[in-house]
């Protein structure tokens, strides 16, 4: 575009700006032109108002291009702001900022009493709404919602979000209100603090469920770990008992042509397993010893002998040595 016809562009989008009625004036003035109303009467308002847009005109052709550019960026911002005042007007009078769709404590009561929430309801919650009046629903059946409401956008969002955490099982559809809330904590989202308040108090604590599965999970790695600690340990204790099992059985079969044995080979925790077995197996209790009394017992033995408070190996020996049939609830008969 030239230069010239920029500046014809700049005059003529001041001339509507300051003259939107143009056209109407001119086929109000063609019509009395018809009709005859001019011939010795004063001039009409919408003679006068056509007189008024051609002064205005004419002076500004008289302005140079700086004092038109100055203009037309003052109208410019003039118009702007014009326009987001209507936005706010038109956005405020939509019934979901409405005094009515606004929740109430009462309401972040009710709901907080409730088991489960559904997204849509939740979302409305989370924006301070009365999920019995604004939900996803009825903004949509709301014709006169703009399209550029900051509050449809910012709801639209959310709702976007729920719902693709739900697809994954991040979120659930009904969903357990305290599990909402910290997600959307997660998410950094502001909440009402009436709300937070009420489901604290009627609800399930408030917590993060995937951080606490992220950490029951850690513990579990860790156990698995440990797991093979303990089947490392149980295959030695296995390999050192059947070892003397073996000599044992030499022992007795060599009783009257030997000479007298010297001192058999023991260890502080084998002589707490024969301990245990003559203890609680051999003869054998009837119901079965209770695993907990079993391990108590068999901590205060190693106790007793300065060894490591093993939760590991005192259930690694338990496993050893009860018998295959184990089972403290029944009495055998």
């Keep these: 575009?030239?230069?010239?016809?920029?500046?014809?562009?700049?005059?003529?989008?001041?001339?509507?700006?300051?003259?939107?009625?143009?056209?109407r004036l001119t086929r109000q003035i063609a019509q009395e032109n018809l009709q005859g109303q001019y011939k010795g009467k004063p001039r009409t308002p919408a003679q006068l108002r056509m007189d008024e847009?051609?002064?205005?005109?004419?002076?500004?052709?008289?302005?140079?291009?700086?004092?038109?550019?100055?203009?037309?960026?003052?109208?410019?911002?003039?118009?702007?702001?014009?326009?987001?005042?209507?936005?706010?007007?038109?956005?405020?009078?939509?019934?979901?900022?409405?005094?009515?769709?606004?929740?109430?404590?009462?309401d972040y009561e009710c709901y907080a009493k409730f088991a489960?929430?559904?997204?849509?309801?939740?979302?409305?919650?989370?924006?301070?709404?009365?999920?019995?009046?604004?939900?996803?629903?009825s903004i949509n059946k709301t014709k006169s919602v703009p399209g550029n409401s900051p509050f449809v956008e910012q709801y639209r969002d959310l709702r976007e979000m729920a719902q693709r955490a739900a697809e994954v099982k991040q979120l659930y559809d009904p969903v357990l209100p305290s599990f909402f809330l910290a997600w959307a904590r997660?998410?950094?989202?502001?909440?009402?603090?009436?709300?937070?308040?009420?489901?604290?108090?009627?609800?399930?604590?408030?917590?993060?469920w995937q951080e606490a599965h992220g950490k029951l999970k850690e513990q579990f790695d860790i156990l698995l770990k440990d797991r093979d600690k303990i089947v490392d340990i149980a295959n030695r204790l296995i390999?050192?008992?059947?070892?003397?099992?073996?000599?044992?059985?030499?022992?007795?079969?060599?009783?009257?042509?030997?000479?007298?044995?010297?001192?058999?080979?023991?260890?502080?925790?084998?002589?707490?397993?024969?301990k245990a077995i003559a203890e609680f197996f051999d003869p054998r209790r009837n119901p079965d010893v209770k695993k907990e009394e079993f391990l108590?017992?068999?901590?205060?033995?190693?106790?007793?002998?300065?060894?490591?408070d093993s939760d590991n190996i005192a259930t690694a020996i338990f496993t050893l040595i009860k018998p295959p049939d184990h089972d403290p609830r029944k009495r055998r008969g």
């Design 186 to 208: 997660r998410k950094e989202i502001n909440l009402p603090q009436e709300l937070l308040d009420n489901v604290e108090k009627f609800c399930s604590p408030i917590g993060d």
């Design 1 to 23: 575009m030239s230069e010239q016809n920029s500046i014809e562009d700049i005059k003529t989008y001041l001339l509507v700006r300051e003259y939107p009625d143009i056209s």
């Design 116 to 137: 489960t929430w559904t997204l849509d309801e939740a979302i409305a919650l989370i924006f301070g709404k009365n999920p019995k009046i604004v939900s996803w629903d």
């Design 296 to 308: 108590y017992w068999l901590k205060e033995q190693m106790a007793a002998e300065r060894m490591p």
């Design 53 to 106: 847009r051609n002064a205005f005109k004419q002076s500004l052709d008289e302005k140079s291009p700086d004092e038109l550019a100055l203009l037309f960026e003052h109208e410019k911002a003039k118009q702007f702001e014009e326009s987001r005042l209507k936005d706010i007007e038109r956005e405020q009078g939509q019934f979901y900022n409405h005094p009515s769709a606004t929740a109430s404590i009462k």
């Design 239 to 274: 390999e050192e008992r059947n070892g003397l099992k073996e000599k044992v059985a030499q022992l007795e079969a060599n009783a009257g042509s030997q000479q007298p044995d010297k001192p058999r080979y023991s260890t502080p925790l084998l002589a707490i397993m024969e």
